[in-house]
């Protein structure tokens, strides 16, 4: 659609932003979250942790150096809807294939631009994440509030079928060609594969592609399942790992997931899981999960390990977290909280070798503080092992 046609942000409690539609010509509703990234747009436009929401960017122009197939974390984008402050007219990134605009209109996903982003956050940080409706069909602002409150909502929804991979693959990717990050003075990031490389299961509950690279990069050979496989499928494959990503909506409403890495758990695979691979294992060792008022999405999220007295700046993108209480009565230590607002970050079992943080390690994009967990992971695995 013309970057000068009208839209419409409209929530539930009947608030609505008007301003200039961009991307597709659509009626979209989902659940309105908001992201404190400066920078990766693309990664969260691709992200399948976002289905089924429409996502405020808080940083004030989006689209500045374009985008191009190398940065996506799918198959495409996984938003519904997409609202920014400015939209950039041009892009200019020896990298860039083409703009923010181009992209959604190929990949039917409306956005918004010209709104009052800050307005937009404050409010859902004050209510929590709402209902919305973004159109850039030129619906009347009754429409949009209404269909709005007629959407069902994210609570209880199972949205992982609905973007995991179909079939067990193999994850193809050339991990010597990426390199070591090096950071001059530490050891945070040295190269583990020039040794023993480890075979791991790794369950698709919306995986990014990131998080699959860091896996082969850190010395694992990595078989994907999809979320609805059962624990006997993967353990017949005869893994010496196992791998919980990321992913969209309620972690209560995935049965299928709690047994089936109840069972893994069960048969002493060393596991590691992430976001909602990790409130999956929370679930699975009989914890519960709980709705955030507004979730935490971006790249600046501090979390402190209460085991070593380090503090974090994670990459997150979630809207549940694991509740503590049920955690220690599962007989799970809390390795890890989140310094805004002590929510849990981490966990590990006592008598099993398995934990999982809250947030993404991978980054992609955010800050890397994290990515030595792949290599504690393959420590863990190596010792496991012995």
């Not at 004050?126 to 209404?146: F, N, P, Q, R, W």
């Not at 399942?225 to 992913?247: H, K, M, R, T, Y």
């Amino acid at each position: 659609m013309d970057k000068d046609g009208s839209a419409i942000l409209a929530f539930e409690d009947g608030s609505v932003f008007k301003g200039r539609a961009f991307g597709a010509a659509k009626t979209v509703v989902g659940e309105a979250v908001f992201n404190t990234s400066m920078t990766g747009y693309q990664e969260v436009l691709t992200d399948p942790s976002y289905f089924g929401q429409i996502v405020t960017m808080t940083a004030v122009e989006i689209g500045n150096y374009g985008v191009n197939p190398d940065d996506e974390e799918s198959d495409g984008v996984k938003v519904s809807g997409f609202a920014v402050r400015e939209v950039s007219p041009i892009f200019s990134n020896w990298r860039g294939k083409m703009s923010l605009q181009e992209y959604l209109l190929a990949s039917g996903v409306p956005g918004i631009s010209g709104v009052d982003t800050r307005a937009i956050t404050l409010k859902l940080r004050s209510a929590g994440a709402m209902k919305a409706c973004l159109s850039t069909e030129g619906i009347s602002a009754d429409e949009a509030v209404e269909r709005a409150r007629e959407w069902a909502g994210i609570v209880g929804k199972d949205y992982v079928r609905e973007v995991s991979c179909r079939k067990p693959y193999a994850f193809a990717f050339n991990a010597e060609a990426m390199g070591p990050f090096t950071v001059p003075g530490t050891k945070l990031y040295n190269f583990t594969r020039n040794g023993p490389v480890f075979k791991c299961a790794a369950i698709d509950y919306g995986a990014k592609k990131s998080i699959f690279k860091r896996l082969s990069f850190h010395g694992f050979d990595v078989e994907v399942f999809p979320a609805s496989a059962c624990a006997e499928e993967i353990l017949d494959s005869a893994p010496q790992a196992l791998f919980l990503s990321n992913g969209p909506g309620d972690p209560s409403a995935v049965g299928y997931a709690h047994k089936c890495v109840e069972r893994l758990i069960a048969s002493g695979l060393p596991t590691f899981g992430i976001c909602f691979g990790h409130q999956v294992i929370s679930h699975a060792i009989g914890a519960g999960t709980y709705k955030l008022k507004f979730g935490h999405r971006g790249g600046n999220q501090p979390v402190k390990n209460l085991e070593t007295g380090r503090v974090s700046i994670t990459s997150q993108n979630h809207g549940f977290a694991a509740d503590a209480k049920s955690l220690e009565s599962a007989g799970a230590i809390v390795t890890e909280i989140n310094l805004n607002d002590g929510t849990v970050e981490g966990l590990r079992l006592k008598d099993k070798p398995v934990f999982s943080v809250q947030y993404h390690p991978e980054a992609s994009p955010g800050p890397n503080d994290a990515d030595p967990l792949f290599s504690d992971f393959y420590n863990l695995v190596k010792k496991s092992l012995k």
